[in-house]
């Protein structure tokens, strides 16, 4: 098997399983026990390993979650009216929106043509009352990275008391980001796109203070999300955190080498210019799901967008971004990590053409 979908989810590394497995069966106490100081300890050194990454220094601005779903949902909490998204948000934070347009007020900002969110008109949206606005940083389906020190600097212009909450999921521990620096108030993240475990994500904030519980309990989390924390996972994400080296480069490579395989006029790249991790392609003339279906039985696997959106119909990113039927439909999303090899990309690459001509042709004739 070839897996070219991780950004949907990637492969524990192994040290990290290490870690979730001693977490688990070692030191498995409760951090809130009397007895547990060590497990509480270790709780305050990953919240500031995570808090580093991100330029602070000994800062306890880290709530994690079981997902960044949740940490996402949570963000939310941070206003009561007067949202601002956009067009190009992962379901966590639209569905979400969706969800409290119905007795709130929430404006959606259009995306341009290259996938980011549309300045021009997020200047025409953002009005003085706007309290929230929720951007991501890489786009999960096309890798189209927004400009955040421009959303920052309009957010100023016209709002400056709103809050700044950017979903990182895909940018984290893979694009370099002071947020300390940055005029972003609220940062998502999730464990399991960076090789650490799967259920557990982390919102890193500057100021908790309008934080609102969406989860009541024990009390953990500054009593902003209960629930016994999920030590072995956090360990794990610390570990990944402290000693992940993304090579960027390397992974353009690996994107070069998969598209140099695809030499068909009719393959085309959605997004240009965006994260490496992430090539959003469109196969004319054939359907992503068929395709991708056949795909997996030559051992390649690839996604038709999201694996969270998968379930959903058309691509709500790309008819954004003002792409027709045959592309939409014909939309295939191929996400790769530092485990992938040249090798295995280059083997990928002459599967997918070759698959692509035989339903190409099967297509032509029917
Ligand atoms: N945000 C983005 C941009 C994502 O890509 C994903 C996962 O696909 C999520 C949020 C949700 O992450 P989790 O699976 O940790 O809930």
Redesign the pocket.
Same mark, same amino acid.
């Given at each position: 098997m070839i897996y070219l979908d991780n950004? *949907? %989810?990637t492969k524990i590394d192994e040290k990290a399983l290490d870690v979730y497995n001693y977490f688990s069966k070692v030191d498995f106490f409760n951090p809130s026990a009397v007895y547990a100081t060590k497990n509480s300890i270790c709780l305050k050194e990953a919240r500031q390993a995570i808090s580093k990454k991100l330029g602070f220094e000994d800062l306890d601005n880290v709530i994690f979650t079981a !997902? *960044? %779903?949740?940490a996402?949902n949570l963000a939310f909490s941070c206003a009561s009216n007067d949202f601002v998204i956009s067009n190009g948000e #992962?379901p $966590?934070?639209y569905d979400m929106a969706m969800h409290i347009k119905e007795t709130k007020r929430v404006s959606f900002c259009p995306l341009s043509k290259n996938g980011e969110i549309d300045y021009e008109e997020l200047e025409k949206i953002l009005t003085p009352d706007t309290k929230f606005i929720s951007v991501?940083h890489? !786009?999960?389906e096309t890798g189209a990275i927004n400009d955040l020190e421009k959303i920052n600097s309009i957010r100023n212009k016209i709002c400056p008391h709103a809050l700044l909450h950017v979903?990182g999921?895909?940018a984290f521990c893979k694009i370099d980001f002071n947020m300390k620096k940055s005029g972003v108030d609220l940062y %998502?993240i $999730?464990? #399991?796109?960076i090789g650490a475990p799967?259920g557990i994500?982390a919102l890193i904030f500057k100021n908790k203070n309008k934080l609102k519980p969406i989860i009541f309990g024990g009390g953990q989390e500054f009593n902003l999300r209960s629930g016994t924390e999920n030590l072995p996972a956090i360990m794990s994400l610390k570990y990944v955190v402290e000693t992940r080296k993304p090579d960027p480069n390397y992974i353009k490579s690996l994107k070069n080498v998969l598209l140099n395989e695809l030499t068909d006029k009719d393959i085309k790249i959605n997004c240009e210019g965006g994260s490496p991790y992430i090539l959003s392609l469109s196969f004319i003339g054939v359907r992503g799901e068929t395709y991708v279906s056949m795909l997996h039985d030559r051992g390649v696997l690839v996604s038709t967008g !999201? *694996?969270?959106s998968s379930k959903k119909k058309g691509n709500r990113i790309l008819t954004n971004m003002g792409y027709k039927e045959d592309r939409i439909i014909s939309s295939v999303r191929v996400s790769f990590f530092e485990t992938n090899t040249v090798e295995e990309v280059s083997q990928a690459g002459k599967i997918m053409l070759n698959t692509y001509h035989e339903l190409k042709e099967k297509m032509n004739v029917q």
């Open positions: 950004a *949907a %989810t !997902s *960044a %779903t949740e996402n #992962h $966590s934070v991501m890489v !786009s999960n979903d999921v895909q %998502t $999730s464990g #399991h796109k799967k994500g !999201s *694996a969270c």
